[in-house]
């Protein structure tokens, strides 16, 4: 098989060249009424800085709102570039000069607001080793990733991801595959264990046997589903193209009645110059910059502007599991202990026996007896066989953690009824002691969070979809109230749920792992909860930095918030102009005049718009 690139090229992007333009207009303007009005220039001299300014940023404006024309797209611009059209065969070259500053400003504004630093899956492929160490006997030599090859015998360093998928031949160790899973436990690797491309690998280096080459890995899978998912990205409709949509039709059609019926262009042009939606182009943009600097100061990053307009608007939110309803690591939920024996001495005995074992959730049994400020017993004749568990003489007495198919049969029915979730049984002088079991338990805000999704943002559905074992995610939608769940999904699956939700209705969907990067593009907005993963982050449209549910509430106000000042700013200054339309199509407003009208409306509109910035009381309500 030939080898198989799997870094994808950079996504180039985009030059505010909007911002020159917006900065050559200005000056053009003020040289052009220096001229015009100081130096008592003749008028063709005075009218070259408008005719620069008209060639450089208005002829690609045009040219750019023709094709939207030719494609039947009415948004907001289009009115603007009518203007400019117009006013140019006309004669009025000051009027076209302001409508392309009002343009190109706006356009200049949303630059500023959608500039990226860098690609998802730009952020995904240096995250991928470059290399493998590839052993021969006592030798070892590194090579590149795409020359590993089926059987090959590969190293795997601690800490290091690993390279390809592949059965661990040496080595005990644990790896932590919850980015790629949503498992969030460490997984023990001992020899004829599975491992996944991508993987970290713990404090112990490991020997595996590649099962496939690095293309057919889950890892580069993953990028691959990435790919597809970023390609059907959906759209979104800003809300200044729904309005323009019918307000463009509405006043190039009353701009040419009033011609027609009057016999003077003049009336044409001044119609669409006081129609132009610069409420649309100006205010907008504005809002939505407000918007991105007050989530800002709340710990939220928006990386796509555009999700702004539609958080408030979803009716159906999804949500991972794994460190985004619950804490992302293994603690002790429920302690059941033994008869004759007390809570605080299994734990006790437990912990100071677990301090010396690197089973995942040895952890977990320490850091719950420090919570419960138990110190710990002196422990000797430590033994941790495989498959055994762990011995030990804690105080003078023998303690044994294992599973519960290693107890005596004699001692079984002493045992608890058998639950959902991880569990461990502690035997003290092979007497039943207690259970201890784990899960990985959700955030203290989860369960008020979930609940107040209907009644407070007229949330509809609310889906709960992981990687992780059906048990462990039928506990937790058990706990916080989630009625419809999916587990042991992968992100190709998690896509296809996603995608079957958003034909239903708009969907926000939070999550936090590598495997929920192409869920998050695929829904109406992604959310990435938390900095664990650049990807992710790359891949959402917004970035909550802190770990907590009430930052979740919190965009969602900051979104219903600004799209309400938005709108009052769009349609209150539209309503202002259709006013000053119909003044113009009856021939009472020139169409300088009515250009000098339109700036004071979409100043109005835009110190509205300000507001959004401005921060309220609260932000949360639950």
């Not at 690139?5 to 303007?29: G, M, N, R």
């Not at 709960?464 to 048990?471: H, I």
């Not at 009515?594 to 700036?599: D, H, P």
Request: charged share 20%; proline share 6%; with cysteine.
């Amino acid at each position: 098989m030939p080898n198989q690139e799997i870094i994808p090229t950079k996504i180039p992007l985009s030059l505010p060249k909007e911002t020159y333009i917006a900065v050559l207009t200005a000056v053009a303007i003020a040289i052009y009424l220096v001229l015009r009005h100081l130096a008592h220039l003749a008028i063709p001299l005075s009218l070259v800085p408008l005719y620069v300014a008209l060639a450089i940023g208005g002829i690609p404006i045009v040219m750019t709102l023709g094709k939207k024309l030719w494609a039947r797209e009415f948004g907001s611009d289009l009115l603007a570039g009518i203007s400019i059209l117009s006013s140019v065969l006309l004669g009025q070259y000051l009027v076209g000069a302001i409508i392309v500053l009002m343009l190109s400003g706006g356009a200049a504004l949303e630059q500023f607001a959608t500039r990226r630093a860098s690609s998802v899956l730009d952020a995904l492929a240096k995250r991928m080793p470059r290399i493998a160490h590839r052993k021969h006997g006592a030798e070892m030599e590194d090579i590149d990733l795409d020359q590993v090859n089926i059987g090959d015998r590969l190293l795997i360093l601690p800490h290091e991801l690993c390279p390809v998928d592949g059965v661990v031949t040496e080595g005990r160790g644990v790896m932590d595959e919850s980015y790629l899973t949503g498992e969030p436990f460490q997984i023990s690797k001992t020899p004829g264990s599975t491992v996944l491309s991508g993987a970290i690998n713990g404090d112990v280096a490991l020997t595996i046997e590649a099962q496939a080459l690095a293309v057919d890995s889950r890892y580069a899978k993953i990028m691959q589903v990435m790919e597809q998912s970023q390609e059907k990205r959906p759209q979104l409709r800003r809300i200044g193209d729904r309005i323009g949509a019918w307000y463009t039709p509405l006043a190039v059609g009353l701009a040419a009645a009033s011609w027609v019926i009057s016999g003077d262009p003049m009336r044409f042009l001044a119609v669409v110059v006081i129609a132009t939606p610069c409420p649309l182009i100006l205010a907008i943009p504005v809002a939505v910059i407000g918007a991105i600097s007050l989530a800002a100061k709340h710990s939220i990053i928006i990386k796509n502007p555009a999700a702004l307009e539609q958080i408030t608007v979803c009716r159906t939110l999804i949500f991972d599991k794994t460190g985004t309803l619950t804490y992302g690591k293994t603690q002790i939920t429920e302690l059941l202990p033994g008869q004759g024996f007390t809570r605080e001495q299994v734990l006790q005995s437990a912990a100071s026996l677990e301090q010396f074992s690197k089973h995942p959730l040895a952890s977990a049994v320490v850091q719950a007896a420090a919570e419960a400020h138990l110190s710990l017993l002196d422990v000797s004749h430590i033994q941790e066989k495989p498959g055994e568990g762990l011995l030990g003489f804690v105080a003078g007495h023998a303690v044994r953690i294992t599973g519960r198919g290693k107890v005596d049969p004699k001692l079984v029915s002493s045992l608890p009824p058998l639950a959902p979730g991880l569990e461990c049984v502690v035997l003290i002088d092979e007497q039943y002691a207690g259970a201890l079991r784990f899960h990985d338990a959700p955030r203290q805000d989860t369960k008020p969070f979930v609940h107040h999704l209907s009644p407070r943002h007229q949330v509809n559905r609310v889906l709960l979809v992981s990687g992780d074992r059906e048990s462990e995610v039928r506990y937790l939608a058990q706990k916080v109230g989630i009625d419809q769940m999916y587990a042991g999904q992968t992100p190709e699956q998690k896509v296809a749920i996603v995608e079957m939700e958003t034909k239903r209705a708009r969907t926000l969907f939070i999550g936090d792992g590598i495997n929920d990067a192409p869920a998050l593009m695929t829904a109406t907005v992604g959310v990435a909860f938390g900095p664990n993963s650049d990807i992710t982050s790359e891949a959402a449209d917004a970035v909550i930095l802190t770990t907590s549910l009430g930052k979740v509430d919190e965009l969602i106000h900051i979104s219903h918030r600004m799209r309400s000042i938005a709108l009052q700013s769009a349609l209150g200054g539209m309503a202002a102009s259709l006013v000053g339309m119909i003044a113009a199509a009856l021939g009472y407003l020139p169409a300088l005049e009515g250009a000098i009208l339109q700036e004071v409306i979409d100043f109005v509109a835009v110190a509205n718009a300000v507001r959004v910035a401005v921060p309220p009381r609260t932000l949360a309500d639950f």
